[in-house]
């Protein structure tokens, strides 16, 4: 069964990570996540990714380092490829269009959040780089 593909954006500003809160109108409602959606038609992940966090957070970004992909089972029981980029804030006003809430965590207080399992590899490879950047992390 071929995957379906996920993009999602980490953002980091001031050592400060975006974090996003599924709503209840959301599939995994209430759990952490770094924003982003489906590939659609021809898109690259990229422009998937520009698109997705536009019409999620009403933010511009660049999409720039890919990190690892991560698998999970949909609610329906579809194979989904969660797939996360660095991502640069180019331009914009952060707003919650979808989410219930989104927020800058330090790497403290958001590891202590409620993240999707899927997300959970993708933290932790977070943490594992930058820790190697700023120690205090
Ligand atoms: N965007 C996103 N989806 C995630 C993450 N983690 C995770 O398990 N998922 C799952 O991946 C799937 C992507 O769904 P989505 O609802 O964000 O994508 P979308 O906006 O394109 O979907 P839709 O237009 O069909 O509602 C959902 O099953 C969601 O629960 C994550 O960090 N970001």
């Given amino acids: 069964m071929e995957a379906i593909q996920v993009v999602c954006a980490i953002i980091i500003s001031e050592g400060k990570l975006l974090c996003a809160k ?5 599939s995994l409602p209430g759990y952490w996540e770094f924003p982003g959606g489906k590939i659609e038609g021809k898109e690259t992940e990229q422009e998937a990714l ?3 966090i536009k019409e999620e957070l009403g933010v511009n970004v660049i999409p720039t380092q ?3 992909s991560s698998h999970l089972k949909s ?17 914009g006003k952060l707003v919650a269009l979808e ?3 989104v927020a800058f965590y ?3 207080q958001a590891k202590k959040l409620n993240w999707a399992p ?5 933290f932790d490879e977070l943490l594992t780089f930058f820790s190697k950047l700023t120690p205090r992390l």
Avoid: N, Q
């Fill in 99 to 101: 989410h219930e809430e």
């Fill in 118 to 122: 899927a997300d959970i590899p993708i």
């Fill in 66 to 68: 890919k990190l690892t």
């Fill in 50 to 52: 520009i698109r997705e």
């Fill in 75 to 91: 609610e329906k029981g579809k194979l989904i490829e969660l797939i996360p980029y660095v991502c640069l804030w180019e331009s």
């Fill in 106 to 108: 330090s790497f403290d």
């Fill in 22 to 26: 599924r709503s209840e109108s959301m």
